[in-house]
C-alpha cells in the first residue's frame, strides 16, 4: 500500500510539474488583457488520463497556478486553479463515471471541460477587464483548448498503440 501512495505522490508531481513546464515555457502573450496563450493544457489532459480524475485535478490545478504565480500573474493565481481543476475534474467524470467504456470518452470529456474553461476566464475577465475585452480573449481561449485537445489525442494515441498509457495508469489510489 505505502508503495502505491508513494508511486501516485510522485506520477502527480511529474505531472504537476510537466503542467507548469507546458505553461510557463510554451506561451503566446495576449496584449487585451496582460495574459497569455500556451500549450499546458495537453499535459491536464493527459494527467487526466494517467493519473485519473482525482489526482488529474490537482496535478492540473496547482501546476497551471504554479505556472501564473511563477510567471507574475498573480491576479490568475486562484482563479486558475479553479478554473483548471474543474476543467480536469469535468474530463475525469466522463473518462471514469459518465462514459467509462467508450474509447472517446477522454475526448468528449476534454471538450466538455474546455468549455466550462472557456466559460471560466470569460466570466472571469469581465470582472477584470469588462465586457468587451473578455468576449474578445474567448477566440485565444477556444485555440488555446482545441490546440491543446489535438495535442493529447496525438500523445494519447500514440502511448495507447505502444501499450504504455495503460502501464502509465497501473497502481493508482482509488
Given amino acids: 500500500m505505502r508503495d502505491v501512495k508513494i508511486q501516485t505522490l510522485v506520477k502527480t508531481a511529474l505531472m504537476m510539474a510537466l503542467v507548469y513546464i507546458f505553461t510557463a515555457m510554451f506561451k503566446i502573450p495576449t496584449p487585451l488583457t496582460g495574459g497569455y496563450t500556451h500549450l499546458g493544457d495537453c499535459m491536464i489532459f493527459l ?4 493519473l485519473g480524475r482525482k489526482q488529474g485535478t490537482i496535478a492540473a490545478g496547482f501546476g497551471a497556478a504554479l ?7 498573480v491576479v490568475y493565481v486562484v482563479p486558475t ?9 469535468t474530463m475525469g467524470i466522463f ?12 475526448l468528449i ?3 466538455a471541460g474546455g ?13 477584470l477587464y469588462g465586457f468587451a475585452a473578455s468576449l474578445a480573449t474567448v477566440p485565444a481561449n ?3 483548448t482545441f490546440t491543446g485537445i489535438l495535442m493529447a489525442a496525438v500523445i494519447i494515441f500514440a ?5 504504455v498509457l495503460d502501464k502509465l495508469k497501473e497502481r493508482q489510489l482509488p
Fill in 47 to 50: 494527467a487526466v488520463m494517467i
Fill in 67 to 73: 505556472a501564473d504565480l511563477l510567471g507574475g500573474y
Fill in 81 to 89: 486553479l479553479i478554473i483548471k481543476s474543474i476543467m480536469a475534474f
Fill in 95 to 106: 473518462v471514469e463515471k459518465l462514459m467509462p467504456k467508450n474509447k472517446i470518452n477522454w
Fill in 109 to 111: 470529456g476534454a471538450v
Fill in 115 to 127: 468549455l466550462l474553461q472557456v466559460f471560466g476566464y470569460a466570466v472571469l475577465e469581465v470582472f
Fill in 142 to 144: 477556444l485555440a488555446q
Fill in 159 to 163: 502511448l495507447s498503440k505502444a501499450r
